[in-house]
């Protein structure tokens, strides 16, 4: 089984950053995404980074801005976020599955694996 954590949502103002951290235990080398939910819309594919690290896939609201990586020697993934928007408020999920196989990277469905979400919010 894996359990992933998320940390590091806030309150932030326009144009400012954070950056968000998933740590995941139970197994390791795993693939992993970011997706986010904002009240009363669908989950939305955000970032998503292979096993190895060397490959990222990034949703066209945040390419430029927001940049997934992992460290897999800390088993942690993170999502760096910079020009936050308030279109960006939403709570964000990290999600994760085995590294097997082709798969759909930003569909939600092919994630087993979920954290529990971390909230950012960005002011105008």
């Known amino acids: 089984q894996v359990q992933l954590v998320e940390s590091g949502g806030g309150l932030v103002q326009a144009g400012g950053s954070l950056r968000l951290s998933c740590a995941a235990s139970?197994?390791?080398?795993?693939?992993m995404g970011w997706f986010r939910q904002a009240p009363g819309k669908e989950r939305e594919f955000v970032a998503a980074?292979?096993?190895?690290?060397?490959?990222?896939y990034y949703a066209d609201s945040v390419k430029g801005r927001f940049t997934i990586s992992r460290d897999n020697a800390k088993n942690t993934v993170y999502l760096q976020m910079n020009s936050l928007k308030p279109a960006d408020t939403a709570d964000y999920y990290c999600a994760a599955r085995p590294i097997s196989g082709s798969y759909r990277y930003a569909d939600s469905n092919e994630y087993p694996y979920w954290g529990q979400g971390t909230q950012v919010t960005v002011s105008s």
């Open positions: 980074i292979s096993g190895s690290g060397g490959i990222t």
């Open positions: 139970g197994r390791t080398m795993l693939r």
